[in-house]
């Protein structure tokens, strides 16, 4: 498998010359989904997963309240909520079972947060009106997104206790989403045209991604591998998941489901994310075998 920065050299070469490819060549795309619904929730997502077959995401109760949940890999579902929290969301899992996400306090303030060892940490960048929580790597990186006092959102990196404001350049704002074990991040920007695209910050160089022919390209999350997932809309407007594979962009559109919201791709090539079903309700799923691209409920 390619390394990330390899991964990131091929897109930096054909970014403009991708074309959609052949998922029956990539076993990554014939995986079975399991879908996980936390019991008696309105909405259930998937957020992050590592390799030890552990999951978070977060959930939305029957009174419309906002909370975090650690999926076991026994399947046992637990709720994480930050104490005094008015809502939490659990973003990202790493493979030393430390969590990062997002909570609002009673001030309707939002913070980012790590959980390690049982114990919530606070992370709040300086002079900012808001923080949150995106991804986590095996090294403890963090990154996320604020909002300044002046309602600019950036994104940033939290290394070894302190943090770094991430903007790309000539854009209106800048999400951090998820950072890999080789310190490659992710995220979102939007341009001064207000097109919004994906990119890659490997080796302090923005790289911009687009999938081919869309109207917006986002949420794009990466692994140690240099594996990309991501979603676009098309010129009907319909949202889609893909994955961006050795300079190749290949479609994922799970069957009988109204959308497809793939969140991203663990370095087990495990798959993960949301899906709507008819009826408009948003469900979680996680890969859990390579043998068709449909939904086991």
Partial sequence: MPSASAIVSEVTRNSVELEVGNKAAVPILKQVYKTVDFPQALNTEVRGVNDLGESVGIYDDASGERHGFLRRGSGKLVTIDVPQAI???????????????????????????????????????????????????????????V???????????????????????????TYAISIADTG???????????????????????????????TLTGNCSINAIGEITGQFQDSQA?????????????????????????SGISERGQLYGIYFDSEGSEHGYIAIAEETNTIQH
């Avoid at 959980?115 to 990186?141: E, H, V």
């Avoid at 309602?151 to 943090?163: D, I, L, M, N, T």
């Avoid at 001064?192 to 923005?206: I, K, Q, R, S």
């Fill in 238 to 262: 319909n949202i889609h998941s893909f994955l961006l594979l050795e300079g190749q962009f290949y479609n994922i559109d799970l069957a009988n489901v109204a959308e497809t919201d793939v």
């Fill in 147 to 173: 909002i300044d006092s002046s309602g600019v959102q950036h994104g940033y990196v939290w290394h070894a206790g302190k943090f770094q404001q991430l903007d790309y350049p000539d854009s209106i704002f």
């Fill in 87 to 145: 809502s939490s969301r659990t973003n990202s899992i790493n493979n030393r079972e430390e969590i990062a996400g997002a909570y609002t306090d009673g001030s309707n303030v939002t913070h980012a947060f790590v959980l390690r060892k049982g114990q919530f940490m606070t992370l709040d960048f300086p002079n900012a009106q808001y923080t949150t929580g995106s991804g986590i790597n095996d090294l403890g990186d963090v990154v996320g997104r």
């Fill in 184 to 214: 490659d991040i992710t995220g979102d920007r939007e341009d001064l045209a207000g097109n919004v695209t994906c990119f890659v910050l490997h080796d302090h160089n923005y790289i911009p991604v687009a999938y081919p022919g869309a």
